[in-house]
């Protein structure tokens, strides 16, 4: 079965760190490009970012760019997002997923991971 | 303001069809493949068409998609109680070089 598992959400201050987690089981994560998307309480969908098969492509939402870092490890099944300089509107479920096709399809997506920022 | 726009809610009578627009401009839907996913409440995302009207195994030929210039649409014949969920639209857009999503369709079968 294939499967994702995100962690390592939680509270942080603003302008703190966190890193999230995601881990694949029963695919070759190396065969493909894999995302973020995160979803605020009560609101929509939001793309933030995701990376090529070998980590060497990444893409950015703007608000995130220059704060936020994916990347992955194909030999341990892992997807990460390294998050700093967090901020109020970055509370959010945080979801990943691998893509399928062509044009940034995604399945399928894991249980998400809730990161809240505060003071 | 979401790139791509989506009405905020649909409704239908059980049995009945719904359709669930979609409208980008020419640097996203108009040059490439359109994805639908439904949520369930309380549930992750799921993928229902990818690539403007293709299904994963295991979605019922219920659910269908289109795409006509820059619109994409989602159909859902038959409606079921079990049907009522958000329902997004996303794709690539070349000029901003990200994914993005519609705002959501709020699915009420009556």
């Known amino acids: 079965e294939v499967q994702l598992v995100e962690s390592g959400g939680g509270l942080v201050q603003p302008g703190g760190s966190l890193r999230l987690s995601c881990a694949a089981s029963?695919?070759?994560?190396?065969?493909?490009?894999m995302s973020w998307v995160r979803q605020a309480p009560g609101k929509g969908l939001e793309w933030v970012a995701n990376i090529n098969e070998d980590g060497s492509k990444k893409n950015y939402v703007d608000s995130v760019k220059g704060r936020f870092t994916i990347s992955r490890d194909n030999g341990k099944n892992s997807l990460f997002l390294q998050m700093s300089s967090l901020r109020a509107e970055d509370t959010a479920l945080y979801y990943c997923a691998r893509v399928i096709g062509i044009d940034e399809a995604f399945d399928p997506w894991g249980q998400g991971t809730l990161v809240t920022v505060s003071s | 303001q979401s790139v791509l726009t989506q009405p905020p809610s649909v409704s239908a009578a059980p049995g009945q069809k719904v359709t669930i627009s979609c409208s980008g401009s020419?640097?996203?839907?108009?040059?490439?493949?359109v994805s639908w996913y439904q949520q369930l409440p309380g549930t992750a995302p799921k993928l229902l068409i990818y690539e403007n009207n293709k299904r994963p195994s295991g979605i019922p030929d219920r659910f269908s998609g289109s795409k006509s210039g820059t619109s994409a649409t989602l159909g859902i014949t038959g409606l079921q109680t079990g049907d009522e969920a958000d329902y997004y639209c996303?794709?690539?857009?070349?000029?901003?070089?990200?994914?993005?999503f519609g705002g959501g369709t709020k699915l009420t079968v009556l």
């Open positions: 020419s640097s996203n839907i108009g040059n490439k493949y």
């Open positions: 029963g695919f070759t994560l190396s065969s493909h490009w």
């Open positions: 996303e794709t690539w857009d070349t000029s901003l070089n990200t994914g993005v």
